[in-house]
C-alpha cells in the first residue's frame, strides 16, 4: 500500500490550540466592540430624533404665534 504524502507539515496540538484561542479571543473582542457601537448609535439617534422633535415643535410654535399675532393686528 502506498504511503500518503501530505503537502504541509503537521503542527503540534498545542500551537493549533494558542491560535484557535487567541482567534476566538479576537472575533469575541470585535463583536463587543460592534455592539457597543450599535448601542452608542441607537442613543445618538434616539437623541437626534428628539432633537429635531423638539426643533420641529418649536418652528410650528413659532409659525402658530406669527400667525396669531399677525390676525391681531
Known amino acids: 500500500m502506498p504511503k500518503v504524502k ?3 507539515e503537521q503542527v503540534p496540538l498545542d500551537v493549533v490550540r494558542t491560535v484557535i ?3 476566538i479571543w479576537r472575533e469575541a473582542k470585535i463583536e463587543q466592540e460592534q455592539r457597543l457601537r ?3 448609535i441607537a442613543k445618538e439617534g434616539v437623541v ?3 432633537q ?3 426643533e420641529s415643535d ?3 410654535q ?3 404665534s406669527k400667525e396669531v399675532n399677525e390676525t391681531q393686528q
Open 6 to 8: 501530505t503537502h504541509f
Open 21 to 23: 484561542e487567541e482567534q
Open 38 to 40: 450599535e448601542k452608542v
Open 48 to 50: 437626534v430624533a428628539k
Open 52 to 54: 429635531s422633535k423638539a
Open 58 to 60: 418649536k418652528s410650528s
Open 62 to 64: 413659532g409659525d402658530a
